[in-house]
Structure formats: structure tokens, C-alpha cells
């Protein structure tokens, strides 16, 4: 089964494709695009998703908790606009798409819902086969996040990994 994970931000978000391969997580593909319309254009109408078509489920990091916050507000909320029709759009496709706060993703990971970089980092590389020997942070977060819903997708939830 193949998952794409987008982990929004408020100026660039993390992609990954994985393969859910039993109890592992074998990297496919990522990278970070600008969080702007045309960043997710971009990925939407590229060679990524064209490649991710024949996945099973989206995973988007559910950023509404944020969208509230004055000094957040406005990038977010053109994010969340943009997860929304991504959403509806994979749904409409078929797709099972798969929302997750960062907290719920971090905690289930790491057991910390304010895991740091370095502890999510552990636990991604002690999750993930094939991965770059060096990503960044927007990358690492969304193959967190990616983990985490390939679990939610074969129904073990709650399991988590210490790192």
C-alpha cells in the first residue's frame, strides 16, 4: 500500500511517498514545497502524485487548532484552505485520506506530543527503510506523520516507538 504525507507549514511543508510494507515504512520519495498555492500546484499536478496515484491513502496533518492564532492565522489558513480541497479531491478519487494533529502524531511516534527534531529524527530513521542519510526537518515530519497513518491504516493505532 502506498501513502503520500503532507505536513503543512506556515511557508513550506514536507512531503513523503512511502510503501507500508508490513510492520515497516520503506521510503519512496519527498522533498518540501513552498506553502503557497502554486507550491501545492505544483505538487498536485506533478510527476509526484502521478506517481502516487495508485495510493491508498493521503495522510494531511490537520492544522485547525492553529488557524486561530494572530500571528499564524493568515499563512495557515490559506494551508488549510488548500489540505481541505486536497482532501475532498483524494476523497472524490477514492483515495482513504487519513488527518492527524501533530500532537497526536508526535505522541503516538515519540510518546510526546512537543517531541524535539532530534527525538522525532530517531524515530523516523527507526521506522523508515531506505531512507536519505540526510532530509530536513519538513521531510522528518512528514514521514512522522506518515508512520503514524500508515498504522491508523492497518489498524494498529496504538502503537508507538521509543527512541
Not at 502524485?49 to 496533518?61: F, K, N, S, W, Y
Not at 494551508?79 to 483515495?95: F, M, P
Not at 485520506?97 to 530513521?125: F, M, P, Y
Request: proline share 3%; charged share 20%; with cysteine.
Amino acid at each position: 500500500m502506498n501513502l503520500l504525507a503532507i505536513d503543512p507549514g506556515e511557508k513550506a511543508c514536507g512531503f513523503a511517498i512511502v510503501r507500508l510494507e508490513g510492520p515497516r515504512t520503506r521510503w519512496l520519495g519527498g522533498g518540501k514545497i513552498d506553502a503557497t498555492r502554486a507550491g501545492f500546484q505544483n505538487l498536485l499536478n506533478g510527476a509526484l502524485l502521478t506517481r502516487c496515484l495508485g495510493a491508498d491513502v493521503v495522510a494531511l496533518e490537520d492544522v485547525s487548532g492553529f488557524i486561530h492564532e494572530p500571528f499564524r492565522g493568515p499563512h495557515l489558513l490559506a494551508t488549510a484552505k488548500v489540505l481541505g480541497g486536497i482532501a475532498w479531491e483524494c476523497e472524490r478519487e477514492g483515495l482513504r485520506v487519513v488527518e492527524l494533529t501533530a500532537r497526536a502524531w508526535r505522541k503516538t511516534l515519540c510518546g510526546k506530543a512537543n517531541a524535539s527534531d532530534g527525538v522525532i529524527a530517531d524515530a523516523v530513521r527507526a521506522n523508515v527503510v531506505d531512507m536519505p542519510t540526510s532530509s530536513n526537518e519538513h521531510v522528518r515530519d512528514a514521514l512522522g506523520l506518515a508512520i503514524v497513518a500508515g498504522w491508523v491504516a492497518r489498524g494498529q493505532a496504538g502503537r508507538s516507538v521509543a527512541s
